[in-house]
C-alpha cells in the first residue's frame, strides 16, 4: 500500500513581512479633527496638539507615506487653526466642509 502525502487543503504560510498599511487622507483628517475636539474649550493646547500631529505628518511625507497634495491639504488647514483665536477656532472645528477631503482654503462667508 502507497501512502500519499499530499492534502489540497493545506494553509499556505503567511509572508513574515507585510507591507504597512497606508493611511489615506481621510485618516489623517479624521485624526487632526480628533485632536482638535479633544481640545475644544482649550485652543492654547488644541493649537499645541497641532503642531504635534504636523510633525507627523512631516515624519511621514519623508518616508513617502504622505503624498504631497494630502500634506499641503494638512498644511493649510493647521494654517488655519493655529491662527484661529479661541471664537474662530470652535467656527473652524463646526464647520463640515473643512474636515471634507478637498477642502479648499476660500474666503469664508460669515
Do not use: N, T, Y
Not at 22 to 29: C, K, N, P, Q, T
Not at 52 to 67: F, L, T
Not at 71 to 82: I, K, T, V
Request: charged letters at 45%; glycine letters at 6%; hydrophobic letters at 35%.
Amino acid at each position: 500500500m502507497i501512502e500519499m502525502g499530499w492534502w489540497p487543503f493545506k494553509r499556505r504560510e503567511k509572508p513574515l513581512v507585510e507591507d504597512p498599511h497606508m493611511r489615506g487622507a481621510r485618516m489623517w483628517i479624521q485624526d487632526l479633527r480628533d485632536v482638535c475636539e479633544r481640545c475644544f474649550d482649550d485652543s492654547a493646547e488644541g493649537h499645541r496638539q497641532v503642531r504635534q500631529i504636523q510633525a507627523e505628518w512631516a515624519e511621514s511625507h519623508g518616508k513617502g507615506e504622505v503624498d504631497e497634495s494630502l500634506l499641503e491639504g494638512l498644511d493649510r488647514r493647521a494654517f488655519r487653526l493655529l491662527r484661529a483665536d479661541a471664537d474662530e477656532w470652535l467656527k473652524w472645528l463646526d464647520d463640515e466642509d473643512f474636515w471634507k477631503p478637498g477642502w479648499r482654503d476660500e474666503p469664508r462667508e460669515e
